[in-house]
Each structure stands twice: as structure tokens, then as C-alpha cells.
């Protein structure tokens, strides 16, 4: 009897006895940037242009592969902004009209007062030196409140000139020390809720164990509504903000519930983007193509305990020399957020209910 010849598979066997059906191993296909073909050459990395596709052929048959696209391991931009914003020269020009034209609504107040409040180094001075900057139309950095002192701290308020420096806009940034996070270097809830309030007077120095009283030089015990902080902006670095602790939080949760329960609405501010994103470092103006942005922003609105609605990114002037019209826009972008969320104060404070006058 003859010996039956051995059937070697070249690829995988499936089906039953007596009935064989040998698939080919799977080929990966990669189109080549000469021909655009098919190549089955094994590629050393996955391009972040030109997505690999795993094709699964039968040989034996020989029909066309089918393309299964495989995902990137590689972090990649949004496809769409998710928020509009138009990067050009015009819209600057138009955004700083707005800003300087900007009066508040109450005649009893010539400028509505913003205090910036957030962790220490977390860039506040900074971001009042770039709206300066821009303004002026030349970056210049001021000495930072409490980066240089850590046992006292001045309260410094920061009228933003127009363009031409004729006259103040309607708008006042206010800086005093960062929150300590447990430090002792950091201010009270006591200490803050003052400054809001109106009691603690320009160029008060904070001191650790010196709280605000009524027996305090220059304590305003009867502030008028210009005295006030009419909006609130938290400014947190986005470098760092997986890095804070549980603990500021916390002090986030108690600072916006006593805020709020003074009727001053609360905005925030997303500094040090560039550090968390390389490309947006290259150019401002993918800012909101990038995923790792929107990812940290929602762990900052997490933060803060509040929407991202309210949080708007910006790049502070740092090194650079010169000004950008992409730089600008982010951060007259964020002013003219400020400047909403301040309205809504004077709008809250209607006459019937304050007996002052408001513009129409």
C-alpha cells in the first residue's frame, strides 16, 4: 500500500478532517510615499500622517486584502477647535477696543475691581505684566507680589492704561500673596473675604499671624461699592495642576462658597499652557486643537469646582522679547471673560435694590 504524502500547512489550519483549508499569515500593508502602493515591508514607526493599515489576505485565493485601520499609539490634535477663536491682527485691534472702551454700568463706579487669587507662583503678576505689555506695546515684566518676601505681602492694585496711556480703562487687576496650601506664608479665609469686601486698604502688607481687624491702619469699616471686588478670577498653573494637593481643594471649595455668598462671581484662569503642550509652546494658536490642554483643563475645573465654562486659557509674556498677535488675543480673550463675568455683578446690583445709578 502506498504511503499517504505528508501535507505540511504554510499557514493556519481550520475545517475538518479530510477537507483542508491553509490561510496565509496575516500581512501588514504600508503605503509607500513613492508609489502610494501597498508595501509589505515591516516599518520601523507608525506615522502620526499616514495611519498603518493591518490587511488580512488569503493567498490562496488571491483576493484583494482588507483594510482594517489601526489606531496611532501617538497623542494627536482635535481634528476641530473646541472653542472659535480668530488668530489675526484684526482681532486684536478689536478686542483691545473693547477692553479700553469698557466702562462699568454703575456710574458710582469709574473701574470694576478684579482680584486675581491662586496658588503662589501660579502666575498672577505675570499675567497682570501681560496685559500690560500689550497695551504698552512692548513686554515689560513687573517684580512678582510675594515671590522675593515670604513672611509679608503687599496688596497692589494695577489700573490697565489704553494703548496711548491717555487714560484708564475700566478695569483694575488686583494682586495680593498666593495661597499658602497650608504654609505659613499663605493668606487667612478671613484675610481674603477682607479684600473682597472692601475693608483692607491699597498697600496693606499681610503679615502671618497679623490678621485684618477693625483696629488695622487705613481698615475701611464702611466700604462703597467701588471700594469692593466686583469679579474674582483663580488663576492655577496648568504644569502643576495634577501636582497640587488635596488640601488646596479643599480651600478652593471654601474660598468660592463664602465668595459666592457675597453675590462676586468667579472666573478662572489656565496659566503656563505652553508648558503642557509643545505645540501650542510653538504656535498660541493650536491652543484649542490641543487634547492635553482640554484634558487639564477639566482636572483644573475639577480644582477649582467649577465648569470649565468659566476657566480660559492664556500664555504669560516670560522670556520672550517681543509681542505676539497670537499671544494677545489668548490673553485679551481672557480679559474681555473677566469683564462678563464683572457686569454680572453690577447687573445683580440693580438700583431698586442699591439705590445707585446705572448707565443704560
Not at 494627536?76 to 472659535?84: E, H, M, N, T, V
Request: hydrophobic share 35%; glycine share 6%; aromatic share 8%.
Amino acid at each position: 500500500m502506498e504511503k499517504e504524502k505528508e501535507v505540511k500547512p504554510s499557514g493556519f489550519e481550520f475545517g475538518v478532517t479530510g477537507a483542508q483549508t491553509t490561510i496565509a499569515p496575516p500581512v501588514f500593508s504600508f503605503p509607500t510615499a513613492s508609489t502610494g502602493q501597498p508595501s509589505t515591508q515591516p516599518a520601523a514607526l507608525f506615522s502620526l500622517s499616514s495611519q498603518p493599515k493591518f490587511s488580512w489576505r488569503n493567498q490562496n485565493e488571491g483576493e484583494k486584502p482588507e483594510e482594517i485601520p489601526v489606531l496611532s499609539t501617538f497623542p494627536q490634535g482635535l481634528d476641530s477647535a473646541w472653542r472659535d477663536v480668530q488668530w489675526t491682527e484684526e482681532q486684536k485691534t478689536t478686542l483691545m477696543k473693547t477692553v479700553s472702551s469698557y466702562r462699568p454700568k454703575c456710574e458710582e463706579v469709574p473701574q470694576a475691581r478684579v482680584l486675581l487669587l491662586g496658588p503662589l507662583h501660579s502666575g498672577k503678576s505675570s499675567f497682570i505684566s501681560s496685559v500690560q505689555s500689550l497695551f504698552n506695546g512692548r513686554v515689560s515684566n513687573r517684580a512678582m507680589v510675594g515671590s522675593f518676601f515670604p513672611t509679608s505681602f503687599t496688596k497692589k492694585s494695577f489700573s490697565i492704561h489704553t494703548q496711548k496711556r491717555e487714560e484708564n480703562t475700566g478695569l483694575v487687576l488686583c494682586d495680593i500673596p498666593g495661597l499658602g496650601d497650608g504654609e505659613v506664608s499663605g493668606l487667612t479665609l478671613h484675610d481674603i473675604l477682607s479684600v473682597i469686601k472692601g475693608h483692607v486698604p491699597e498697600g496693606h502688607k499681610f503679615s502671618p499671624g497679623q490678621p485684618v481687624v477693625s483696629e488695622t491702619d487705613g481698615y475701611v469699616k464702611s466700604p462703597s461699592l467701588k471700594e469692593k471686588i466686583h469679579c474674582v478670577a483663580f488663576v492655577v498653573d496648568a504644569s502643576r495642576i495634577t501636582s497640587y494637593s488635596k488640601g488646596l481643594g479643599s480651600t478652593f471649595k471654601q474660598l468660592r462658597e463664602h465668595i459666592s455668598d457675597l453675590c462676586v462671581h468667579q472666573v478662572a484662569l489656565l496659566t503656563h499652557v505652553d508648558k503642557v503642550c509643545p505645540k501650542t509652546a510653538r504656535d498660541v494658536s493650536e491652543v484649542y486643537r490641543s487634547l492635553s490642554i482640554k484634558e487639564t483643563m477639566s482636572k483644573a475645573g475639577a480644582l477649582l469646582g467649577m465648569s470649565t465654562s468659566y476657566i480660559v486659557p492664556v500664555k504669560n509674556y516670560s522670556s520672550e522679547l517681543d509681542l505676539d498677535v497670537n499671544t494677545d488675543v489668548l490673553l485679551l480673550s481672557a480679559v474681555d471673560h473677566i469683564l462678563n463675568y464683572a457686569d454680572l455683578f453690577f447687573q445683580d446690583h440693580m438700583p431698586q435694590n442699591t439705590g445707585q445709578k446705572f448707565k443704560l
